[in-house]
């Protein structure tokens, strides 16, 4: 079969198969293919021919690559050899009983990835159109990958929609789509807002009815479904995100992947911080052809007695933490009250791209509010250690101030007033004056020594 071996059937699916294949320099890859029943229709197999050059136009480490020549076999049957991805679909993953449903940070993290890919799919005029859970893969080390191109779009071209055709899939379709109207980027937008609506909650946003008609009519008319109606608690800012994203009239929408992904960031926890770094738009700026725009992030979990740190990269070329290449993927350490040397990073791992860490403290402490008077010395490479609890007075330590200093005042006021009409009263007040001031004193003495 054109010098490449079956090994074993991944997926089947209305239209054809997907293998797990060797190629003649035992290469493993996915063979996909189209049946020939499938492809004797002229809009299926404009389908096939779509994602053939939807995907020699785009080359980002997150998309499916191509690996091969599209063949096919004496049969009629299509094939496509693409780039063989390890690892599970979201669909699989939150299937998965072990799993089910993501965590809301852990959902963002994966979430802000996929973004940065559509925000790449999108500035080179393509349009998926058909994002959804079993469109998006998760590698063993947590980077994502988008799959299935077959019905994507070159969006400087007309719509090539058919009278009377539905283009997308149901539930996860924008309403322009169900309605067969011309559509544009915004269409994927609303489509990843149904995909971290699943991310969270397990269910799809818009359930599949008995027929199309009704399923269309749930799209165009229903109200998106909240996560709290579902039992699900996010922050505000998560659910308000993916409503703006879902709205029914794409004006209202994001208009772009970048919008999305700067308001999903600002769900962050109080106590994180992040430092963006990049050629263009960042915290910190470096230029150099090798820099990609948004090259990686540095962000900064600050939690009592210790502080993590995570070096995020987002680049084409990758990022150089301690001689280790980082790419589309994380690192990560913590320094505590004793601080710690920092890595040595570089963007694209090249040293003239070397980051100097007092300017990302500098940058830190802006966005935390605090002055940089309390830097250390310039150019030794440490942060200081993260902050303290701050000391809280409250009332009650307060009162017991005030308290214990008035006590032995009254004893003796009341010790001297009594002497002559009531002298065992008197000698008791005496008492409980002078008891009062030892133990404060003794108290006094012993906070000196713990502090």
Known sequence: MSGYSIIREIGKGGMGSVFEARSQSGERVALKMMSAKAAAYPDYKEMFDHEVHSLR????????????????DSTGNLYLPMEYIEGKTI???VQDPAHGPYKEDEALRIFDQLLDVFSYIHRNACIHRDVKPSNVMIHP?????????GIAKDSKTSTGKTIGRVVGTDGYMSPEQANGLNIDHRTDIYSLGCLLHYMLSG????TKKSNDYETICAILDNEFPLLSDRGIKVSKRTQDAILKAVNKNMMFRFQTAEDFKYALQSSLSPDQYVVTVGRSGCDINMHGEYVS???LDLIFTIQTGSTRVVIRDRSTNGTGVDGRLVKQSSFEFSYGIQTTTFPVIMLAGLPEYTLDWDEIKTVLFEKMGRPTTVLPPEGNGELPPPPLPPTVIDEMTIGYGILSFIIPIVGWILGSKWRISFPKKSKMANK???YGFLFNLFSLFLSKIIN
């Open 91 to 93: 669909s699989q993953i």
């Open 141 to 149: 080390n947590g980077t994502v990958c988008v799959i299935d191109f």
């Open 203 to 206: 269910t799809h946003a818009i």
């Open 293 to 295: 725009k948004r090259h």
């Open 432 to 434: 409980l004056a002078w």
């Open 57 to 72: 136009k785009l080359s980002h480490p997150s998309i499916v690559n191509i690996v091969g020549e599209p063949f096919s």
